[in-house]
């Protein structure tokens, strides 16, 4: 197996758990925050799928599909546009609330998409390259893509958690 084969199942694996999240799901219970001031299912898949977004454009060197799709404009959250979420107090968190799943699914499918096509045409010896000198060691590719994967798991299984909980609406 290539290691591209490998990044393809780890990324299209994200693709899944973010479907079985949003499947399913309505507008009440998407933006609804566990104890009034847990992340939202909203705000865990925009937040998983705009890191990945913006960390993959970096590495590859190519815009992000928020900024080149529009969708900044598109969600129109009160929040600069190069938010990713990152450090979002509960007041930011708020800020991220859905009229429907289909945008968040959209912007969502649209980013899995780029970074599929980009780690396809990816040959082992690209895994190597550093993409972040301000670290040491020196962050590479491969690194870079493990994190990412990582980071979307993990949000993914929280927003599968919080689609979960009891319902308290």
Known sequence: MKSSQLLVDAFGRIGDIVDGVLDGMDVARINWRPGGTG?????????LSRGQDEQLAAAAGMPSVW???????RFGFALDAADTGY????AQVDRVRVD????????HEAVLGQSLDYVRGL?????DRVVDSRWNPAVTLG????SIVNDCVQHGGQAAYVKGLPDVL
């Open 39 to 47: 992340n939202s299912v909203a705000w865990l898949v925009w937040h």
């Open 67 to 73: 900024h080149s799709g529009g969708y900044a404009g």
């Open 87 to 90: 450090g979002h107090s509960a």
């Open 100 to 107: 429907s799943t289909d945008l968040l699914r959209e912007y």
């Open 123 to 127: 040959a082992d010896a690209d895994l």
């Open 143 to 146: 690194v870079r893509l493990v």
